[in-house]
């Protein structure tokens, strides 16, 4: 029977919540002219880095309206120029007396209305070519791009449904969102925010390998749920992480001293939870205890034991209370002999 010795070790303080994983950055990409959708250039699931075209919208119309605007910019650029000569030449006229105020108040008035043309006709070409620019729809971020939801051929306009064409979701730095009681986030803000360490189980049991910081802590409590939001980042550079996925996330504030013990040396029953105690005389008695959380795959026992006190470990279903065992420290052989032939140094310190 193998038998540990109660000693407490250092175990970190833990607060778990159920979490879902989301993107840092999601950005819905938009056609901005309409047309006809030419061509998709990207694979849908794929990552696109920032700036990669993405779809070309048909350049045709756009191309003829800048040449329009800019042809009606020659003219009122000559009509401009017109306007500065003859104002000038009626400057000269109007010193040696040749015409009136009037007429020369009336070519001033002429020059600055063709200057006023003159710049609507240089914004209008502008527009022309921020229009022919957004044919061609670029990655606005380096992300995953979700499912296309027009096919080439589609007519797209902006304003409207059609204009959604895809999404990108950011992953690597990816996020993940959860929320704490009241009580938890005053245990939280008391060990330091930000000091605080974040670690993610996945739902088949692993651990995610890259620790996580919190990026954001709420300022209220939910009224209806009594809870805290909070958001944790992970580096996620192998995409092991799905936005949309739930996980486990266990935040580490500290540690504190406590017992832990191996789960196959805690019993339940309808009463509760159980530790065999094996006394001086290796007699065993059942003693209750609480337990908390894990630390790795061993029980955090808050109540029911002290240091010293000796804990069966194996074999328990085969214990009676009362019963005389002969205890071997663990790893010790069947005889109560370490391996290697040495006999056991009796019971150990749990782990």
Do not use: C
């Not at 980042?233 to 486990?248: D, I, M, R, S, T």
């Amino acid at each position: 029977m193998t038998v540990a010795e109660v000693r407490p070790r250092k175990v970190p303080v833990v607060l778990d919540a159920v979490a879902r994983t989301e993107g840092s950055r999601e950005v819905e990409v938009r056609a901005r002219v309409a047309g006809i959708l030419e061509r998709q250039l990207f694979r849908e699931g794929e990552l696109v880095r920032a700036g990669a075209p993405m779809y070309r919208i048909d350049r045709a119309p756009f191309e003829i309206s800048l040449a329009q605007t800019r042809a009606a910019l020659a003219e009122a650029q000559a009509r401009a120029a017109r306007s500065q000569l003859e104002a000038e030449r009626l400057q000269k006229l109007l010193a040696e007396r040749a015409i009136s105020q009037r007429e020369y108040d009336d070519a001033q008035a002429s020059r600055l209305q063709t200057q006023a043309t003159l710049q609507a006709a240089q914004a209008r070409v502008h527009e022309a070519e921020l229009n022919l620019s957004y044919t061609a729809v670029n990655a606005p971020i380096s992300g995953v791009s979700g499912r296309t939801l027009r096919s080439e051929g589609s007519l797209v306009s902006p304003g409207s449904e059609s204009a959604l064409l895809t999404t990108l979701t950011q992953t690597d730095p990816i996020w993940v969102r959860f929320s704490l009681s009241d009580a938890e986030y005053a245990q939280l803000r008391g060990a330091g925010a930000k000091a605080a360490t974040v670690r993610l189980a996945l739902a088949d049991g692993r651990t995610y390998e890259r620790a996580g910081r919190l990026n954001f802590t709420g300022s209220t409590v939910d009224l209806r749920l009594g809870t805290v939001q909070l958001r944790a980042e992970f580096a996620n550079p192998g995409l092991v992480l799905l936005p949309g996925q739930y996980v486990k996330a266990r935040v580490e504030i500290g540690a504190r001293d406590a017992v832990a013990l191996p789960q196959t040396a805690v019993v339940q029953n309808d009463r509760g939870r159980f530790v065999w105690i094996v006394d001086a005389s290796n007699k065993v008695s059942l003693r209750p205890v609480e337990v908390g959380g894990w630390d790795g795959s061993d029980w955090i026992v808050e109540k029911g034991l002290q240091a010293g006190d000796r804990v069966a470990l194996d074999n328990l279903i085969r214990l009676r209370p009362n019963a005389t065992i002969q205890p071997r420290a663990p790893g010790a052989g069947p005889a109560g002999r370490a391996p290697g032939g040495a006999p056991g140094a009796g019971p150990a310190s749990a782990r």
